[in-house]
């Protein structure tokens, strides 16, 4: 079955530690994986996507298809990325998207 | 600067109430998307749309339908309100091939 999963609903760190968000996927054929944030109040929007390998607001994340995961991570957490945060898998030739539950990353001061 | 646009940011509708709502999007992009977005259960596809008159099921379309008149707008129909579609209602829109990039405001529906 096709599937994300995202296993930390809710994620809290402190300002300045590592931030790592956890997605695993479960996908058949090859995989193509994006990370979406929704800021407080704010619309839905693309972070990052595997095939490109950039980093966007220090954040970086990189596909490991041997253990299927697609974790996000930021070496120094601030303030402003506390936000909502989902993975996606695209699927098949129509383009679709599996959304993982998302996680909440609060990052306190 | 690119908009998808929906026409309410919140709603509150009475149980049996015909319901509709509005994206509308200026990219000129043929695929358009209804989502529902839950906590706990990340975004789920209601319907979507890859062209005028076109319309396509999603994993949930139980108790919504969608019309699509013009290319720019794309409306998702609750025939009979129920209060378990008390939800976040997404719309977004995308290029053929592309990115899923561009979504709406969101309209936060509560059905009393």
């Known amino acids: 079955a096709q599937r994300v999963t995202q296993p930390e609903k809710l994620l809290s760190v402190f300002k300045g530690a590592p931030v790592e968000l956890k997605c695993n996927y479960s996908y058949s054929g090859s995989p193509e994986l994006f990370w979406y944030v929704q800021y407080s109040r704010q619309r839905l929007q693309l972070l990052l996507r595997h095939i490109s390998r950039e980093s966007i607001k220090g954040f970086t994340a990189d596909l490991n298809k041997g253990e299927t995961s697609f974790h996000l991570k930021k070496p120094f957490a601030q303030e402003e990325d506390s936000a909502m945060y989902y993975c996606?898998?695209?699927?098949?030739?129509?383009?679709?998207?599996?959304w993982g539950a998302g996680t909440k990353l609060i990052i306190k001061p | 600067d690119v908009k998808v646009t929906q026409s309410s940011r919140y709603l509150v509708k009475r149980t049996g109430e015909k319901v509709f709502l509005e994206c509308v999007q200026d990219?000129?992009?043929?695929?358009m998307f209804w989502y529902r977005q839950d906590p706990g259960l990340g975004l789920r596809l209601i319907y979507f749309s890859y062209d005028v008159k076109m319309k396509e099921k999603g994993d949930i379309p139980e108790g919504y339908s969608v019309s699509r008149e013009k290319k720019e707008r794309f409306s998702l129909i609750l025939e009979s309100a129920s209060t378990n579609q008390t939800s976040m209602y997404l719309c977004a829109s995308r290029p053929p091939a592309g990115e899923l990039a561009f979504f709406g405001q969101g309209t936060r529906l509560t059905v009393v």
């Open positions: 996606a898998l695209r699927r098949g030739g129509n383009y679709q998207l599996i």
């Open positions: 990219m000129d992009h043929e695929n």
